[in-house]
């Protein structure tokens, strides 16, 4: 029972790891934009490209969704700041319940 308490818990670590990853995988992107609106990196760099189309890969399903219902104010993108919001005050705490309800057997 103790080994299956010990998976559980790491299971749900690891899950709590990818979020927090794929926070700062959001950040990144949004800094990395930036950083190319203003020509501080040249995209014509195949590793600066690399880079850039990784980040856009990972976060740009979790954003799409968003900016269709986020208006966009000027040329500032709030969405990541949305994205990153819902992760810290739904995904973490829903989470967290889940494994305090599976672990300690509080519904």
């Known amino acids: 029972m103790i080994l299956l308490m010990t998976i559980i ?6 899950a709590f790891l990818f979020l927090r990853l794929y926070v700062w ?27 850039g189309d ?7 399903p979790a954003l799409r969704p968003l900016r269709r219902f ?8 709030i969405s990541p700041l949305v994205a990153i919001a ?3 005050l739904v995904a973490f ?6 494994r305090d309800g599976i672990v300690l057997g509080h519904w």
């Open 9 to 14: 818990n790491a299971l749900f670590n690891l």
């Open 25 to 51: 995988a959001i950040i990144l992107a949004a800094v990395f934009s930036m950083l190319v609106s203003f020509s501080v990196l040249d995209t014509r760099n195949r590793l600066v490209w690399s880079i």
């Open 54 to 60: 990784f980040l856009y890969r990972v976060t740009e």
């Open 70 to 77: 986020i208006p966009i104010f000027g040329s500032i993108d």
């Open 86 to 88: 819902l992760i810290e």
């Open 93 to 98: 705490p829903v989470l967290e319940a889940v």
